[in-house]
């Protein structure tokens, strides 16, 4: 079972940051949070992933909070390419293989 | 740099039947994950192949099988197909040495309807 808690929808005005919220509240001390989306009809894209510290990249930032239980990724300037589900994950250190909750479906609204 | 490759993209096929779905995994790596995503779920784990070997497996039935060949592509199977195995199967690619660190890459799915 996914061992996250996600919003099932959320919708954000085109250009706005966009916050999606990510509750992980039983995750452990060497578990990561990772984040992919999936824009319809695509596989699971990568977007990002954190430990401890806050995390930006390219495509988004990744806040973590200082007892891990909960993250956000945000997307600081939403474009109407951004309307996907997205996932929040926490990686299980003894498992190779990636467990998907339902995700956050995000609309980007014009 | 070619991504992860599936085929075919779209199949229908009747209750009873059988199914083959391919995958061939982006340039280095070496495993290869399948998962099921019903419409409107999450992508459901079935199981990986490292080095030709099932090395992980999901909560489906024996009906749902696989095969990774020298090249690292694969193969999924699923005999006697039901009107539940309606879904998009998704490929995903990794490094088995370090599979989180390379990354996962999925392909764009392949859309089975069973009638």
């Known amino acids: 079972d996914a061992k996250t808690t996600q919003p099932t929808s959320m919708d954000c005005a085109e250009g706005r940051a966009a916050n999606l919220p990510c509750n992980h509240s039983?995750?452990?001390?060497?578990?990561?949070v990772y984040w992919y989306r999936q824009i319809h009809s695509q596989g699971p894209q990568y977007i990002i992933h954190?430990?401890?510290n806050n995390e930006t990249n390219e495509m988004a930032s990744l806040i973590i909070t200082e007892d891990r239980k909960s993250s956000t990724l945000i997307l600081p300037h939403a474009t109407l390419r951004d309307t996907a589900v997205y996932y929040c994950?926490?990686?299980?250190?003894?498992?190779?293989?990636?467990?998907f909750g339902k995700g956050t479906r995000l609309h980007i609204l014009p | 740099d070619a991504g992860v490759t599936q085929s075919p993209t779209h199949l229908i096929k009747t209750r009873g039947q059988q199914v083959t779905l391919r995958c061939s995994p982006k340039s280095g790596h070496d495993t290869v994950s399948w998962y099921q995503q019903a419409l409107g779920q999450g992508p459901q784990f079935i199981f990986q192949?490292?080095?030709?070997?099932?090395?992980q497996r999901g909560n489906f039935p024996d009906r749902f099988s696989g095969h990774q060949f020298p090249n690292y592509s694969s193969e999924l199977n699923v005999n006697a197909l039901l009107l539940g195995d309606s879904a998009l199967y998704l490929c995903?690619?990794?490094?088995?040495?370090?599979?989180?660190?390379?990354?996962?890459?999925f392909g764009s799915g392949t859309r089975l309807t069973v009638v």
């Open positions: 192949y490292y080095e030709e070997e099932e090395r």
């Open positions: 954190g430990l401890k």
């Open positions: 039983t995750i452990s001390g060497n578990e990561y």
């Open positions: 994950i926490v990686r299980v250190d003894r498992d190779d293989k990636i467990i």
């Open positions: 995903a690619s990794s490094l088995g040495t370090a599979p989180w660190q390379s990354g996962y890459t």
